[in-house]
């Protein structure tokens, strides 16, 4: 396993200030093997909860050395339905954090609206220990889900981020058109960031911007780039060996 890294850009300025960790696979017999055949095999077999481990302590290391290398960016990492329920998961974020020596707001947790309402007092609970702990949090792939705006408006969420399904058919789809601008107006009014997934095309990056988008990430400008090719696409000198190697 290794992880690549999305910019998130600010649509106003055009500045990179975040990145979305994204794992990937690379198999000596198949080649690359997409996260959309692995990660439900291993969420069924219980393995996801080593993978998603994993990813938190290498995504918060990765921070860590763009902290250190004066390039700060805050990191977003996915999170498992089973791992969010673990009983030690808001201790195993801050051991992750100490490991790293990382400011707890330079990672953010990226959660689904089907995690959240499965048990939302639970989930409540949760939630408020992780922003204790200081560390962003962000709702993912909204708009797809079931989510209570009595609860939304409760959650210790900072975003949401719009599904790529909702994005691809701007500008033209007047039903994804009003679904964004509504999902953006609704963010604005309960004081959250919005970022959109999937933009491909400019005329999609000036449609969010049009409607108040605070931030974009896709293909228009990057996919998910090894941490040297992130580093090269968003200006970063390359980092030393000291920082590299600790």
């Given at each position: 396993f290794?992880?690549?890294y ?14 979305e ?6 198999d ?7 996260p ?5 095999v291993?969420?069924?077999?219980g ?27 805050v990191?977003s990492?996915?999170?498992s ?16 954090l100490r490991e ?12 689904t ?15 408020q220990a ?5 560390v ?7 708009g797809i889900?079931?989510?209570s705006?009595?609860?939304?408006k ?8 719009i ?6 058919g ?18 604005r ?5 919005i ?6 095309t400019?005329?999609?990056r000036?449609?969010l911007e049009?409607?108040?988008c605070d931030?974009?990430q896709?293909?228009?400008y ?10 090269a696409?968003?200006?970063?000198a ?9």
């Amino acid at each position: 396993f290794r992880l690549h890294y999305q910019p998130q850009v600010e649509l106003a300025s055009g500045k990179e200030v975040g990145a979305e960790a994204l794992i990937r696979w690379h198999d000596t017999e198949r080649g690359e093997v997409s996260p959309g055949e692995f990660i439900p095999v291993a969420e069924q077999s219980g393995f996801i909860l080593l993978i998603d481990h994993w990813v938190l302590r290498q995504a918060a290391t990765q921070a860590a050395l763009w902290l250190s290398a004066g390039k700060p960016m805050v990191v977003s990492v996915n999170v498992s339905g089973l791992q969010f329920q673990q009983p030690g998961f808001v201790d195993s974020v801050a051991q992750a954090l100490r490991e790293a020596n990382l400011p707890a707001h330079w990672i953010e947790l990226e959660l689904t609206e089907s995690i959240l309402i499965q048990d939302a007092q639970d989930a409540m609970l949760r939630l408020q220990a992780l922003a204790l702990l200081g560390v962003k949090l962000a709702i993912d792939d909204f708009g797809i889900g079931y989510s209570s705006l009595a609860y939304l408006k409760r959650f210790p969420i900072g975003r949401l981020k719009i599904d790529r399904s909702f994005i691809s058919g701007l500008p033209g789809e007047e039903s994804d058109a009003g679904i964004v601008e509504a999902i953006i107006n609704m963010g604005r009014a309960l004081r959250l960031q919005i970022v959109a997934e999937g933009v491909e095309t400019d005329a999609q990056r000036q449609f969010l911007e049009r409607c108040g988008c605070d931030l974009y990430q896709g293909f228009l400008y990057a996919p998910a780039l090894a941490p040297d090719a992130f580093e090269a696409r968003v200006g970063l000198a390359p980092l030393a060996p000291s920082l590299i190697h600790g």
